[in-house]
């Protein structure tokens, strides 16, 4: 942080164009040269100004999130405190279908879902930090899912969902392990993960929590972005392209039979032309966007190509944001790239099961966020096309 963050006081002169109206770079108007931050403040240990003079003084601003970066810094010293974390341990299928699970908020999922109890809330942000990525997608498709049309789901939406949870929740089948149950299998369900980052390192105990929810299917999880792989390079190297595999995908399998992950370090419009995933199907597909930073200035050119094609696929898109107002900013941007060739799925809102742990910005210690704050929904409008059976009784009388 002393080597990238710049001190927030106002008598600075301002090193970017703010992002955000709660950016501190809104409040820079003087003519001070630009000065990293040297100074820790002794209540929550984070370096937040160049000088003590300049703490003192803008004291009450750092005052509203000051608590909040202490608890930042003891979560961060305590995964590298070498305790044991038994909140990282997870619970395999349920013992029978019949127990269903309560999604209304993590307390009741996570003890529904037979967790080990958590009951210290440090433990608690670092296990939700992980389990918010595949608890966010099943609380949208879960049959028992707490959106509903009274709460945020659009008619529109309802009819996406439904598709979906059609495929998620089939009736028994009588299948079996003998001769007399063999039964057809349906296809996975594709869950397409677009501009991944951390989402796609996550270990794989977390996303089979996932196929847990949902155990009469499979998955097929698609991570597509050029920072999918990043650091992962020891551990999976990047196979060559032939043309057998003409992407360079890294497949893994194994994972109880009940999912599949591909992962492609390339753009998604890139795949899209070459008909790589062709065809969608709203039964079966579904795409997600974590923080995908589509209205933001720095990131919205490189998602111009990619969202006439999501929206050609009429497949349902979810999306999550790290604040509401970077959840706004999306929104506001597909609305208008779209020009009303959209529909919205999912109203914007708070995430149930938004990550309970913040995080800080390397960059700028005023800016908190947490992972999965707030999601949305939306998907290319449908267009219903009925039978023309001729003019009205005028015209019939005339024939």
């Known amino acids: ?25 809104h409040r820079k108007t003087g003519a001070l040269p630009p000065a990293h931050v040297r100074f820790e403040c002794p209540d929550c240990g984070i370096p937040v100004s160049c000088s003590e003079e300049h703490y003192v003084s803008d004291y009450e601003s750092h005052l509203e999130i000051c ?26 299928p349920q013992v029978a279908e019949e127990a269903q699970v309560n999604m209304m908020n993590w307390d009741t999922l996570l003890y529904s879902r037979d967790f080990a109890a958590i009951n210290d809330d440090r ?8 389990l918010t990525y595949p608890l966010s997608i099943a609380s949208v498709l879960h049959e028992l899912s707490p959106y509903s049309l009274r709460d945020r789901v659009t008619a529109e939406g309802l009819r996406s ?12 089948s009588g299948s079996g392990i003998t001769i007399a149950g063999l039964r057809p299998n349906p296809p996975p369900v594709r869950l397409f993960i677009l501009g991944a980052r951390a989402e796609s390192s996550l270990p794989r105990e977390v996303w089979i929590q996932l196929a847990h929810l949902f155990p009469r299917v499979t998955f ?7 920072e999918s792989m990043a650091n992962r390079e020891a551990e999976f190297p990047l196979p060559p ?13 194994g994972l109880g039979g009940v999912m599949k992950i591909s992962t492609y370090v390339d753009y998604f419009h890139t795949l899209h032309e070459a008909q790589m995933f062709a065809p969608y199907d709203p039964y079966f597909d579904c795409f997600v966007l974590f923080h995908p930073g589509l209205g933001h200035p720095a990131s919205s050119f490189e ?14 898109i979810i999306c999550t944001g790290y604040t509401d107002y970077d959840m706004r900013r999306d929104m506001a941007w597909v609305e208008k790239e779209a020009r009303g060739e959209m529909d919205i799925v999912m109203k914007a809102g708070e995430n149930r099961f938004r990550s309970l742990r913040w995080d800080l910005n390397d960059a700028d210690p005023g800016d908190v966020s947490c992972g999965n704050w ?8 449908r267009y219903e096309a009925d039978e023309y059976r001729g003019g009205g009784k005028a015209e019939q009388q005339t024939r």
């Open 303 to 316: 998602w111009s190509e990619t969202l006439p094609q999501l929206l050609e696929t009429k497949v349902p």
């Open 374 to 381: 707030g999601i949305w929904g939306f998907r290319g409008k």
């Open 161 to 172: 969902l439904s598709a979906l949870r059609y495929t998620l929740h089939p009736p028994r």
């Open 220 to 226: 097929h999880l698609i991570f597509i972005g050029p």
């Open 241 to 253: 392209r032939t043309p057998q595999n003409p992407f360079g995908a890294i497949v893994e399998t």
């Open 1 to 25: 942080m002393r080597q990238n963050a710049y001190c927030p006081h106002p008598t600075h002169q301002a090193t970017r164009l703010a992002t955000s109206p709660h950016d501190t770079e």
């Open 123 to 130: 433990s608690m942000r670092q296990a939700t930090r992980l």
């Open 67 to 92: 608590d909040t970066l202490r608890q930042i810094n003891e979560d961060d010293h305590d995964l590298l405190s070498g305790r044991l974390f038994p909140e990282f341990e997870y619970p395999g």
